[in-house]
């Protein structure tokens, strides 16, 4: 099992602390934890090299990159960077990631009406894999166990999908976040998520924990059940760390497996 630490992943929002979508998980809250793009260089001087690029979500769903083009662009040549993209749920793929994005990670859904319900967008699922399958970088598949309040919804249906599509996947699990809608909904129980961590490492070849997975005792909890997949990202199980992102982790561990 591989155990990445992202300490040394600097987090970039395009958008800085805003977002005009006030999502019930989120609430942009996750937004002001992360670094203004026009504060990205003085990372990159410090010797940062990996960054992931988000920021918060136009009401089309679309993360506005394309405006922070040249500095992007600019950035990764003169550092010689390496950029995650977290592309939010754009309605055709963003020319601007295709062609800076080492790789591309995604969230998915695979109930309209559930995705309406968190983010206030509907897509169909065939909508979202269209977008996803016409990069030509690597694509990592993300979904959030429990994002509907706590409770399991779309997941079963989202692995059957996805695992069709792509050979590896990062299961997150949601967190009960102060200042959002859903500050007072549970985290999802720790037997049910292990259910679906089980159902997809039968599914899909790789299988990874994402960063976002609630701290404290059901952290630790979590983790020591997930012994059989493949990475587990922010680990406080023993074992030797991976400095990096979750998605190029799993990455170099694909390449691994057919050298």
Do not use: W
Not at 67 to 87: A, D, G, V
Request: glycine share 6%; net charge positive; charged share 25%.
């Amino acid at each position: 099992m591989i155990l990445v630490d992202t300490r040394n992943v600097i987090p970039i929002s395009v958008t800085g602390p805003y977002c005009p979508m006030n999502c019930k998980h989120c609430g942009g809250v996750y937004l002001k934890h992360m670094i203004p793009i026009n504060k990205m260089e003085d990372y990159a001087r410090q010797g940062n090299k990996v960054f992931l690029i988000s920021g918060g979500m136009l009401p089309n769903g679309e993360i506005p990159f394309k405006p922070h083009e040249s500095t992007l662009k600019n950035l990764k040549e003169k550092y010689k960077l390496r950029y995650n993209f977290h592309i939010g749920f754009p309605e055709k793929t963003p020319e601007i990631v295709n062609e800076l994005a080492d790789v591309v990670s995604a969230d998915f859904f695979a109930d309209p009406e559930v995705m309406k319900e968190v983010y206030g967008l509907s897509r169909a699922p065939d909508q979202i894999l269209k977008i996803l399958k016409g990069f030509s970088k690597p694509v990592v598949p993300h979904v959030t166990i429990g994002i509907l309040c706590g409770k399991i919804s779309h997941e079963p249906k989202a692995l059957d999908i996805l695992s069709e599509n792509f050979d590896s996947i990062v299961l997150n699990v949601f967190i009960p976040t102060p200042g959002t809608a859903y500050e007072n909904c549970p985290a999802p129980d720790i037997s049910e998520v292990t259910k679906l961590f089980k159902e997809s490492k039968k599914k899909f070849r790789f299988v990874f924990l994402g960063c976002m997975q609630p701290k404290g005792s059901y952290r630790k909890k979590l983790q020591e059940r997930l012994y059989f997949i493949d990475g587990i990202t922010k680990p406080v199980v023993d074992g030797e760390r991976e400095l990096d992102c979750c998605a190029f982790s799993l990455l170099r561990l694909k390449l691994r497996s057919t050298s």
